[in-house]
């Protein structure tokens, strides 16, 4: 069989919801479509003076709620089909947090790991130009995805302000915070996703001082997913990294942890602790389980060998729909990435915000903010996942949906 692409995946996502809600037909047919998709071709002159000429894209799903929102990707398998799926997640993610956006994503075909800094910002510069004219802060606010960073969002907000002849900061988010960054934004995501925690564990009833967590990557998500669960009061047994994981029972200082990674490069081979591969890591005993590295990685192979009463998702699209159900139907509760990681997205809204009006928060003031935001968007899904008895994956989606659907037709669209 064939492997399905994002986008056929996302359009299945959406008939199952539309199914279990009754969603107006001329809705569904509206949704199934992003409003705009650019294609780009961006030449370069490479270091040795050639031109390369590199594909990008930009997908504009569904503006119902607000202005567009979605990052923008650096990586060789960038398709149209991909940014058109992540476009429609987006719409989704926005809703589910109440944010006053739709959703939005881009990428190019480029391996930034083979370009100089020189390359990929003349690279950056000239992919923002060209889709300049479908951006903007009142049309669609991009940021950082994977391999880009402030540095790019640095250049696109610059060419952007050059293209207009004027500073507008509100044009991207995730900017270094001298040229209207947000306090707080770095550690968002992993915040984001121990708040959810916070709240599914006083539904379920799990004891947070008393509770073991596994944390399977590393990087920024992982990092800070398991800073803010130790902060709560857990006791963080393994976390892994893409060259392994460790587990101890004792439990592990996540501070101390990442010292060990910042001098080997590894987490593995930290005293005191078992090394293990990232796949037998997700199987360990634990009370909570937090995937934040890749896609896939809970799969109808190794979903009824997991432990955990809890899946927090940290990564985008670390469970297969076939692990879903295993999970669901084990009583396992998984917190969906559109909600369990939308920390991150909702600090580009405050960020954009305080562009809009040229003021500026404290973290303390961002974190507040987060924390009211997040609880509201955890019980509006929690309620709707008792009322359908569904995965709380298809309640996040039915809450989203819901809104879209709504702002549609109080607009006329329908």
Same mark, same amino acid.
């Given at each position: 069989?064939?492997? &399905?692409?994002?986008?056929?995946?996302?359009?299945?996502?959406? $008939?199952?919801?539309?199914?279990?809600?009754?969603?107006?037909?001329?809705?569904?047919?509206?949704?199934?479509?992003?409003?705009?998709?650019?294609?780009?071709?961006?030449?370069?002159?490479? $270091?040795?003076?050639?031109?390369?000429?590199?594909?990008?894209?930009?997908?504009?799903?569904?503006?119902?709620?607000?202005?567009?929102?979605?990052?923008?990707?650096?990586?060789?398998?960038?398709?149209?089909? *991909?940014?058109?799926?992540?476009?429609?997640?987006?719409?989704?993610?926005?809703?589910?947090?109440?944010?006053?956006? =739709?959703?939005?994503?881009?990428?190019?075909?480029?391996?930034?790991?083979?370009?100089?800094?020189?390359?990929?910002? &003349?690279?950056?510069?000239?992919?923002?130009?060209?889709?300049?004219?479908? %951006?903007?802060?009142?049309?669609?606010?991009?940021?950082?995805?994977?391999?880009?960073?402030?540095?790019?969002?640095?250049?696109?907000?610059?060419? +952007?302000?050059? %293209?207009? =002849?004027?500073?507008?900061?509100?044009?991207?988010?995730?900017?270094?915070?001298?040229?209207?960054?947000?306090?707080?934004?770095?550690?968002?995501?992993?915040?984001?996703?121990?708040?959810?925690? &916070?709240?599914?564990?006083?539904?379920?009833?799990?004891?947070?001082?008393?509770?073991?967590?596994?944390?399977?990557?590393?990087?920024?998500?992982?990092?800070?997913?398991?800073?803010?669960?130790?902060?709560?009061?857990?006791?963080?047994?393994? %976390?892994?990294?893409?060259?392994?994981?460790?587990?101890?029972?004792?439990?592990?200082? %996540?501070?101390?942890?990442?010292?060990?990674?910042?001098?080997?490069?590894?987490?593995?081979?930290?005293?005191?602790?078992?090394?293990?591969?990232?796949?037998?890591?997700?199987?360990? *005993?634990?009370?909570?389980?937090?995937?934040?590295?890749? *896609?896939?990685?809970?799969?109808?192979?190794?979903?009824?060998?997991?432990?955990? &009463?809890?899946?927090?998702?940290?990564?985008?699209?670390?469970?297969?729909?076939?692990?879903?159900?295993?999970?669901?139907?084990?009583?396992?509760?998984?917190?969906? $990435?559109?909600?369990?990681?939308?920390?991150?997205?909702?600090?580009?809204?405050?960020?954009?915000?305080?562009?809009?009006?040229?003021? +500026?928060?404290?973290?303390?003031?961002?974190?507040?903010?987060?924390?009211?935001?997040?609880?509201?968007?955890?019980?509006?899904?929690?309620?709707?996942?008792?009322?359908?008895?569904? *995965?709380?994956?298809?309640?996040?989606?039915?809450?989203?949906?819901?809104?879209?659907?709504?702002?549609?037709?109080?607009?006329?669209?329908?």
């Amino acid at each position: 069989m064939p492997e &399905r692409n994002p986008y056929q995946m996302a359009l299945e996502q959406l $008939d199952k919801c539309a199914k279990i809600m009754n969603l107006d037909p001329n809705i569904h047919e509206i949704l199934k479509y992003p409003k705009r998709v650019l294609c780009v071709n961006v030449p370069v002159r490479m $270091d040795n003076g050639k031109i390369k000429v590199f594909t990008g894209f930009r997908s504009q799903h569904n503006d119902a709620l607000g202005p567009f929102k979605g990052g923008i990707r650096y990586h060789p398998n960038v398709t149209m089909e *991909e940014v058109m799926a992540l476009s429609i997640w987006m719409t989704w993610k926005c809703a589910v947090a109440g944010l006053p956006y =739709g959703g939005a994503k881009g990428g190019v075909i480029c391996n930034p790991k083979e370009m100089s800094v020189g390359e990929i910002e &003349r690279l950056s510069r000239g992919y923002f130009h060209a889709i300049s004219s479908i %951006v903007g802060p009142d049309i669609d606010i991009p940021a950082g995805d994977v391999n880009t960073s402030g540095r790019e969002m640095a250049w696109f907000m610059d060419e +952007y302000s050059k %293209v207009k =002849g004027y500073n507008v900061p509100g044009t991207v988010t995730g900017k270094p915070i001298i040229i209207g960054g947000s306090e707080g934004r770095v550690e968002a995501t992993g915040m984001g996703v121990a708040i959810t925690g &916070r709240e599914a564990a006083k539904k379920l009833g799990i004891e947070l001082k008393k509770a073991t967590v596994v944390v399977q990557g590393f990087g920024n998500v992982g990092y800070y997913s398991a800073y803010f669960m130790e902060k709560l009061g857990c006791k963080i047994v393994g %976390v892994s990294d893409s060259r392994g994981g460790i587990y101890s029972k004792k439990g592990l200082s %996540v501070e101390h942890v990442s010292k060990f990674k910042e001098k080997t490069g590894s987490v593995v081979g930290y005293p005191d602790a078992e090394d293990m591969t990232n796949e037998q890591l997700l199987e360990q *005993e634990c009370d909570i389980l937090i995937p934040a590295a890749l *896609e896939n990685q809970i799969t109808e192979k190794n979903a009824d060998k997991i432990k955990a &009463r809890l899946i927090l998702e940290g990564a985008n699209g670390p469970t297969t729909p076939e692990a879903d159900e295993i999970l669901f139907k084990r009583g396992i509760v998984v917190v969906p $990435d559109v909600l369990a990681n939308s920390g991150g997205v909702s600090t580009s809204y405050f960020e954009w915000v305080q562009n809009l009006q040229n003021y +500026y928060w404290s973290k303390e003031e961002v974190i507040e903010k987060l924390d009211k935001l997040l609880v509201k968007a955890f019980n509006n899904v929690y309620e709707t996942y008792k009322k359908y008895g569904t *995965e709380m994956r298809m309640a996040a989606y039915i809450c989203a949906i819901n809104r879209v659907a709504e702002a549609m037709k109080v607009r006329g669209w329908v």
